[in-house]
C-alpha cells in the first residue's frame, strides 16, 4: 500500500486537488478535515459548547463517525446520518478547528485514519498528516497559498453556492483558523522537515491539480 499526506492551512485547497488526483491515480482519498468538520458540527447540533473541552469530550460519548466510498467520493456519516452537506459552512469550519485541538478528538480519530491507509492506496489530506497521522508516508507535500488567495476561493466556492457572505469576515476567520491551527498545543499545524513545499497562489485549480499529479507521478514513478 502506498500513501501520500498532504497537509496546509485551511482553504489551500487540499480536499478538491487531492480528491481529483486520487481518482485520476486509482487511489482512495481520505479527507481527515471533514471528520474533524463532523465532530465540531455533532458538539453544536448536541446543544453543547466547542469552546469547553468537557462538553466535547461528553459529545465524543454519542458519536460514531463512519467513512463511506459511494461512486468513488467520500461521503461522512453521523450516527448513520449523511452529514457531507451540512459540515462545510464557514461556522463549522471554526468549531472545527477547536475541536481539534482536543487531545481526545485527535485520539478518537487517529485509530479510523491510520486503518484506512493500512488497507488501501491513500491520499489523505489535513494538518498534521505527514507528522503524526503518517509519518512513514512515501510522499510528504505541504500545500499552502496566502491567506488573501485562500480566501478568495472560498469566497467564490459559497457565492456558487448560494451562500452569502462577507470577504472582510471570511478573511479574518481563515486567518484566525491558521493561528489557531498552528499555535494548538496538539499537533500543530506545521510542515514535515521531508515534506515538499508547494504553493499554489495565482494558480487555476486545474493548474494546482495538474501540478500535483506531476510531482507525484514523479516522485512515486507512476505511469
Known sequence: MRAIAIDGPAGAGKSTI???????????YVDTGALYRT???AVDHFGLSTKKEEDIIKALQKIHVELRFING??????????????????????FASEVSAVPKVREFLFDLQQEIARNNDVIMDGRDIGTVVLPNADLKIFLTATAEDRAKRRYQQLLESGTIVDFDQLLEEIKQRDYND????????????????????GNTLAESIDLLQRIIRNRLGLE
Open 39 to 41: 465532530i465540531g458540527y
Open 182 to 201: 498552528s499555535h494548538r498545543k496538539i499537533a500543530p499545524l506545521r510542515q514535515a522537515e521531508d515534506a515538499l513545499l508547494v504553493d499554489t497562489t
Open 18 to 28: 487531492a480528491r481529483r488526483t486520487a481518482a485520476e491515480l486509482g487511489f482512495i
Open 73 to 94: 467520493e467520500q461521503r461522512v456519516f453521523l450516527n448513520g446520518e449523511d452529514v457531507s452537506d451540512y459540515i462545510r459552512t464557514p461556522e463549522v469550519s471554526m
